[in-house]
């Protein structure tokens, strides 16, 4: 469990402690949870082999951390391990405190070895399933846990008997971080996995691996509430359990209208809350999980299975193996569309206008020659690249991009520019056949400013530059209400047409769709500088990315907060 600390143990400046209390934790009535969040190695054994892995607390998946909507955290991390690290609440809106999203070198410096950094932050305005994770290079392949919000009354839908969350992750025989080193050093694409995860286990399908596979303990007529979250590093995934139906009632801590469906799909980043009923007879049953596939079939992926098992208490044990459970073929891209757009807003919802800020983005894979003199090992001798508008994002490394923007002073000089911009600077065919002078994006740090308080609608239009598939593009600091999504070029006379501006979902985590677009809308009312990205991790790496320049508004309330005194230096 999580080790908790009072105060005393927690010396603070005075001046950080007034803001922390009085800004960031203002109900009267809400909790501050403390907990040591101690980052370090641990040998786990999975698929027959022993290794290393880097834990939160010496647990894999990390704590699970449980408030209530209007609570507060106060996180104390302490790096044992050998590598940097920082930590993403993923989803949590931060409101202008850009210090405690984690993402490195974006809002912080990461926290070196031996280092501590304490994340202070406050819920606010959310109900339902987050997580947290790393978020430096591929240390969130095994850092990550359940950020479970309750509501302040009472849940909006029948009140479960019982409530589990539920991880899908993904596993690599080999250290995670060699996997995207490799990758980077001769431009490749990285390894697959070797095995799907739920809750840290493989389960039965894998070798070694039946003795620990995950299992949830029903009782036959209860309404039960199971917190789905990918974690996975590379796969969107759907999802599906024997014999059960669920009823999806939020997802990406937002509230949902109810639908019943036999299967569920999670981008990597998402997560979405269903309630079953146990009312079948008394028996075990396969909760299983494997990749949504996308991209073209040439394109290897991890196509193996991971399964938990709901497991009925006064089960009889009669049965030899636990009921199996039916997913979809792994390209099923129509069953991935019809998943997606049942996903609603429980009541009709004020949707921001007018707008004041359009922007068209491309978003896609591309390929960087390869330099001189070298071998590289992306398709014919190139290397994997990806961009945004065609700018391939780079990570500054003396700085963090918050720091420069808000503190300014030589170390901030020439860290960004302020120019990504609004559409891409050559219009094409986005989802046909692409010339190859297309193909090479430019590499850079560019970001879009935004006035406090205007509107932005963003068109996200994937692209078919060398493998077209979904891209997940989650926001930090930010919600969005996803207005329509749809196949091949967006047009905006045809298109706009689809938006739904009456219940829209509100996400933080969005599936592109492959060789198809989306489009969001939101109030950029959160100051201070949030990084766009998409969560398949090597598409990030390769610099599918850029972020948010939110300028304060108007006095203290419209402004991003101080620096904490302790905010780990480069």
Same mark, same amino acid.
């Given at each position: 469990?999580?080790?908790?600390?009072?105060?005393?143990?927690?010396?603070c400046l005075l001046f950080y402690c007034f803001i922390c209390f009085s800004i960031l934790f203002p109900l009267a009535n809400a909790e501050v949870h403390y907990h040591d969040f101690i980052v370090r190695a641990k040998s786990v054994k999975r698929l027959c082999k022993t290794r290393e892995i880097?834990?939160?607390?010496?647990?894999?998946?990390?704590?699970?951390?449980?408030?209530?909507?209007?609570?507060?955290?106060?996180?104390?991390?302490?790096?044992?391990?050998?590598?940097?690290?920082?930590?993403?609440?993923?989803?949590?809106?931060?409101?202008?405190?850009?210090?405690?999203?984690?993402?490195?070198?974006?809002?912080? /410096? $990461?926290?070196?070895?031996?280092?501590?950094?304490?994340?202070?932050?406050?819920?606010?305005?959310?109900?339902?399933?987050?997580?947290?994770?790393?978020?430096?290079?591929?240390?969130?392949?095994?850092?990550?846990?359940?950020?479970?919000?309750?509501?302040?009354?009472?849940?909006?839908?029948?009140?479960?008997?019982?409530?589990?969350?539920?991880?899908?992750?993904?596993?690599?025989?080999?250290?995670?971080?060699?996997?995207?080193?490799?990758?980077?050093?001769?431009?490749?694409?990285?390894?697959?996995s070797d095995a799907f995860t739920i809750n840290g286990q493989p389960g039965d399908l894998y070798r070694c691996s039946s003795k620990e596979t995950t299992t949830f303990l029903v009782t036959a007529g209860e309404t039960v509430l199971l917190r789905f979250i990918n974690a996975a590093m590379e796969?969107?995934?759907?999802?599906?359990?024997?014999?059960?139906?669920?009823?999806?009632?939020?997802?990406?801590?937002?509230?949902?209208?109810?639908?019943?469906?036999?299967?569920?799909?999670?981008?990597?980043?998402?997560?979405?809350?269903?309630?079953?009923?146990?009312?079948?007879?008394?028996?075990?049953?396969?909760?299983?999980?494997?990749?949504?596939?996308?991209?073209?079939?040439?394109?290897?992926?991890?196509?193996?299975?991971?399964?938990?098992?709901?497991?009925?208490?006064?089960?009889?044990?009669?049965?030899?193996?636990?009921?199996?459970?039916?997913?979809?073929?792994?390209?099923?891209?129509?069953?991935?569309?019809?998943?997606?757009?049942?996903?609603?807003?429980?009541?009709?919802?004020?949707?921001?206008?007018?707008?004041?800020?359009?922007?068209?983005?491309?978003?896609?894979?591309?390929?960087?020659? /390869?330099?001189?003199?070298?071998? /590289?090992?992306?398709?014919?001798?190139?290397?994997?690249?990806?961009?945004?508008?065609?700018?391939?994002?780079?990570?500054?490394?003396?700085?963090?991009?918050?720091?420069?923007?808000?503190?300014?002073?030589?170390?901030?000089?020439?860290?960004?520019?302020?120019?990504?911009?609004?559409?891409?600077?050559?219009?094409?065919?986005?989802?046909?056949?692409?010339?190859?002078?297309?193909?090479?994006?430019?590499?850079?740090?560019?970001?879009?400013?935004?006035?406090?308080?205007?509107?932005?609608?963003?068109?996200?239009?994937?692209?078919?530059?060398?493998?077209?598939?979904?891209?997940?593009?989650?926001?930090?600091?930010?919600?969005?209400?996803?207005?329509?999504?749809?196949?091949?070029?967006?047009?905006?006379?045809?298109?706009?047409?689809?938006?739904?501006?009456?219940? $829209?979902?509100?996400?933080?985590?969005?599936?592109?769709?492959?060789?198809?677009?989306?489009?969001?809308?939101?109030?950029?009312?959160?100051?201070?500088?949030?990084?766009?990205? /998409?969560?398949?991790?090597?598409?990030?790496?390769?610099?599918?990315?850029?972020?948010?320049?939110?300028?304060?508004?108007?006095?203290?309330?419209?402004?991003?907060?101080?620096?904490?005194?302790?905010?780990?230096?480069?």
């Open positions: 469990m999580v080790m908790e600390f009072t105060n005393k143990t927690m010396p880097i834990t939160v607390n010496g647990q894999f998946p990390g704590p699970t951390l449980q408030v209530r909507n209007g609570d507060s955290l106060v996180i104390r991390v302490v790096n044992h391990a050998k590598y940097n690290v920082t930590l993403h609440w993923h989803g949590v809106r931060q409101m202008r405190n850009g210090w405690a999203d984690g993402p490195a070198y974006v809002t912080q /410096c $990461p926290i070196q070895q031996g280092g501590i950094y304490t994340y202070r932050f406050t819920i606010e305005d959310q109900e339902g399933t987050l997580w947290w994770h790393a978020h430096v290079s591929w240390l969130r392949a095994t850092v990550y846990g359940a950020l479970i919000i309750l509501p302040r009354e009472n849940y909006p839908y029948p009140k479960p008997h019982r409530e589990f969350p539920v991880i899908l992750g993904e596993w690599w025989n080999k250290n995670p971080l060699d996997v995207i080193r490799q990758a980077l050093k001769t431009g490749a694409a990285p390894n697959v796969n969107e995934l759907f999802v599906a359990i024997a014999d059960h139906d669920m009823t999806v009632v939020g997802a990406d801590a937002s509230y949902t209208k109810p639908f019943t469906t036999s299967i569920i799909l999670l981008g990597p980043g998402q997560t979405t809350d269903v309630l079953i009923q146990t009312n079948q007879p008394p028996g075990r049953y396969y909760i299983a999980a494997h990749a949504y596939h996308s991209a073209p079939p040439s394109v290897t992926f991890d196509n193996t299975t991971t399964t938990a098992i709901l497991d009925y208490i006064h089960n009889p044990k009669t049965a030899t193996s636990p009921k199996l459970a039916s997913l979809p073929v792994f390209n099923d891209t129509a069953a991935a569309a019809a998943f997606t757009a049942g996903i609603k807003s429980p009541a009709p919802v004020q949707i921001p206008s007018p707008v004041d800020n359009h922007l068209f983005v491309t978003v896609g894979l591309g390929l960087f020659n /390869c330099p001189r003199n070298k071998r /590289c090992g992306g398709p014919n001798g190139t290397r994997f690249a990806a961009s945004m508008n065609n700018f391939s994002f780079v990570l500054p490394s003396r700085t963090s991009l918050l720091q420069a923007a808000e503190l300014g002073g030589p170390a901030a000089t020439g860290v960004f520019t302020a120019d990504f911009p609004a559409s891409p600077p050559m219009h094409f065919d986005y989802t046909g056949n692409v010339s190859r002078s297309l193909w090479q994006p430019i590499r850079a740090t560019k970001l879009y400013p935004i006035k406090f308080g205007s509107v932005v609608e963003m068109v996200l239009q994937g692209t078919n530059i060398f493998a077209a598939e979904e891209h997940p593009m989650h926001i930090h600091g930010y919600e969005f209400y996803v207005l329509a999504t749809g196949k091949g070029n967006f047009d905006t006379r045809r298109d706009s047409r689809r938006f739904n501006l009456v219940d $829209p979902p509100r996400r933080n985590t969005i599936g592109v769709p492959q060789k198809g677009w989306a489009v969001i809308r939101f109030t950029a009312d959160n100051p201070g500088v949030w990084l766009m990205h /998409c969560h398949i991790d090597s598409h990030l790496t390769w610099g599918l990315a850029t972020a948010f320049l939110v300028s304060n508004g108007v006095g203290e309330s419209e402004s991003t907060l101080p620096p904490p005194p302790d905010l780990p230096t480069c």
